[in-house]
């Protein structure tokens, strides 16, 4: 039996993409401070210098991501590489560089350098979340996630809206690591080990039958616990708040990160517990069941408080709630009994939602500026008379969240009604009726956007200027939308291959 | 000549996307000329489209094929394949969807009758728009190309991606450049639809679902699905579900009684080429949808249930229809509600579900395609005369404009179905293919011809007969209409082609009949002698089955 360091040791190599941004990272740390002046300020384009050397730090990443093929076989070490990593790396790593290129504009030159590497820790701990194979590992990843998040809202500094907004989310966030960390304690207690092959294993086994009631309760604490990384309902009610007073390269990430860990944590553990015989009680039907309630809610509820949102951050906070919802049905899906893996539509919805939503987010950014701010419905007004290209890729944008062809988007719905309509039970069946409804529901309200934009005349007044790079970036999110209907397959096969 | 297929697609789209892009900074008058070349070239290569077709046909013969669904020419190209793909042995049984592009007769029928429409649309908004111009011809060249895209595509999810993109132009017309009521007219059009068309992807969806499950290797394939159900019935019960679930979407776009009420709005707010396009070509995607799905596929469900349900709607539509279009004093909408009217028989000849009535379905979807298409045209251009369509405002301007009243007159008699015209093959054929099926239908809708006479010919005789009436001219644009002038040369080059077309069609239907004619049989074949099921005695024998079961 290896001791811990040296499993770390034996690990490190899987672990090359994140060793560079955690390298970038340190060099961020410790040198910014010393190129700003006691009060804070930093000379002018210092931004841009920083968002460059997150970038490079990203590139150097994903070209080791894009070169390693190292599987690590399943064992006990503390981490695993396996199909979902590499797509939970490459998709972490390609939206990463999307969000720092948003970010860059966002923030002021003396505040940039720690921005810019807080947004790198937080890859870092979304890809470490896929690489967990333990519950300690796991759990670190988590909050490697969240604390560099708390200080990532934080750091704008702009206004009340803005410290309500990262108080906020940091102490429900932590309430909500509280409860998983309980769920996992439980686990331990049940299984009497950290590791999750180990875990998985012991359940396997049959050795736990006693802790049944153990283990169901710990299910149910990490499903609200994660659920709150999802946004799903009930625990969604931070989303709208702290979205309203964030700059949209924190609404981008916050619309992606949580959604990406909290199913990569989930995927990671339920099928620890499911159907690998703990009792007929824990696995299969109950946990299902609580997942398909929430999805329900989730999708539903999002939708419907969506409807009436002025804001438009606010309504973007609401239909990344929805959009919860509708992945969640991939989990919900049992794969021997369909056709399409759920948990692949998932991971394939996850990426395409992302890209898009990312997108909208970046157009946001494009055309808003300190002098006439995009934060509500009616500032949208007349936008494709001001702005036509930005105009018409956020309507593909929008149109893509709606599920309309020819973008992504429908690709991604469809994707879901294919694997929960074929899986033939009654529960994929209503599944996919909701989703059905829902889908038409949210097209009120992104319609709204669109006619908001196209319909209405401009204001008079000042016309704001394009900040070109996010705008750009934007662009392309809704270029390769349009791109990813016409050749997903890549994509798609990438997000099936792994089997949890 | 599926190359020739490609570039029909791609010339409306192309030259909707160049205008799209120079939309802010070219001569904004110039947009309508690019317009125009862009659908005069669509026309062009439809034409020879539907000729290389026609020599085709006459290679291979026309006999009937043996899948209900046949393309002649076929183009397949693996666009996503869904489901395991680790091993190429998986991914062979794995469901596929394909670009999957083909022509059959009903295709290139409906393809030409787009591009014609296309042509009519431009000249007939050459005037009437003069705000962001380039935008506006833009939409009206990408719906084009998504209405060919319904029309040619053989796959199933591929149908059903063109039949929702075919929304988002026709939104940005009718919300954009339309009446004073657009913004609600166009969202309550969009979401209707919407809701509708998502109904129907989980009726595809269980379609594709249950062949895959039966060991279908590209379920998507609409011509390998339909013999496959050939071979493979479904369950009657099942067949009736899912024919249900289809159907609301395909009901709501036909529209069917009492899914209709988007469009009399739609109609009344869109621009005139917005609303020659939703009736020519948009409402046709309902009935063409019922061609391609549940008639090939549900035979049982058809029969049983869909043919009495379609029939007493469609009887309901027709004559709910025509009294609606009958009290109508604005002549625009009267003619909306004639649409009902009109594709309740285009709906009672499919669903007699034999040779006769389906053809006589098709033929109808043509022509009201043509002579509808030319009804709006018409009251566009008195529209944008006296920028009034009430019937009590005009009158007698037959003595104004004897031309347009001449052509009016020429349409209306084509729409009512005089013998000659085009509405007579349509109709008559609808209506003897239901006779065969049950009389009383057919009878119940042949009431509808006569209102159909009444309330167009009341409304010749407000507009365009009597003393004269006109509305005071507008001063604050005289200067650009000067007086009032009969049908410019533009405005005949517009209402020309498709009256042609309605004499042609009258005079001759055997050509149009031929090339449509061995599609038709091969789906009405599978009805040739097919008993309704009793789904009563189906039911109880399930529940007897189960309960000896359970025992």
Redesign the interface.
Known sequence: MATAIEQLTNGVHFLAPELILVVAVCVMFLTGPFFVTEAGVGAPGLRKRWGALALVAIGCAGFVWWTSDAVRPLDTGPFRADALTWYVRGLTLALGALISIVLVDQIDDGHSAESQACLLAILVGVNLTALANDLIVLFLALELVSIPTYVLLYLPRRGEANQEAAIKYMLLSIFSSAIVLYGMCMLYGAAGTTNLAGIAEVFSAGKSDGAATLVRLSVALLIAGLSFRLGAVPFHFYAPDVFQGIPSAAAAMLSYVPKMVGFAALLRLLPLVDGLGVTEAVSGPSAQMLIAALAIATMTIGNLLALRQDNLYRLMAYSSVAHAGYMMIGLVVQSENS???GVGALLFYLATYALITIGVFALFAGVSSDKSPVRTVSDLAGMSRIH?AVA?ALAVCL?SLTG???TVG??GK??L??AS??E?TTLGRSL??VL??N??IS??YY?RLI?VM??DTAPAGEKSKLTLAPAVAGTLCSVASILLF????QL??AA??FVP | MIQLLFILLLVPLGAGGLL?LF??VSQQRSARWIALGGSLVALALSLQLAADYRALQAEQGVSASDSPIAPRVEYRR?????????TPGAAAD??KLEFHFGLDGISVVMIVLTALLGVVCVLSSWDAITERESEFYAALLILQSGVIGVFCAFDA?LF???F??T??PL??LI??WGGPQ??YAA?KF??YT??GS??T??GI??L??YA??GGLTSPCSLPELAAWYQAHPMDPWLQVGVFAALSVGFLIKVPVFPFHTWLPLAHVEAPTAGSILLAGVLLKLGTYGFLRFCLPMLPDACLTVGLPAAAILSVIGIVYGSLCALIQRDVKKLVAYSSVAHLGFCMLGLFALNVEGMTGGVLQMVNHGLSTGALFLIVGMFYERYHTRMMDDLGGLASRLPLMAAGMVFICMASVGLPGLNGFPGEMLSLAGMFKRNPLYAAAGATGLVLGAWYLLTMLQFVFFGPLKEPAVHHHDHDRHGPIRDISFRELAALLPLAAACLWIGVRPQPLIDVIRPDIEAVAKLYDGRPPVDLKALAVAKVQQRSGQEQ
């Open positions: 056709d399409v893996s036509p018409l149109f309309l062809p020819p429908m690709l469809l994707n009604f294919l309509w074929g033939g996919a009726i059905a409804v889908a038409a097209a009120w319609l006619g196209f319909f016409i050749s997903p397959q798609w096969e099936v291959k | 799209l939309s802010g693996t666009w996503e394949i869904i489901g395991d793909t680790s794995a469901i999810v059903y991606v063109f929702e993109f929304l988002i939104f940005f919300a954009i657009r913004r969202v969009f979401l919407l809701a998502l109904v992807l989980l969806i269980t594709i679902g895959a499950k």
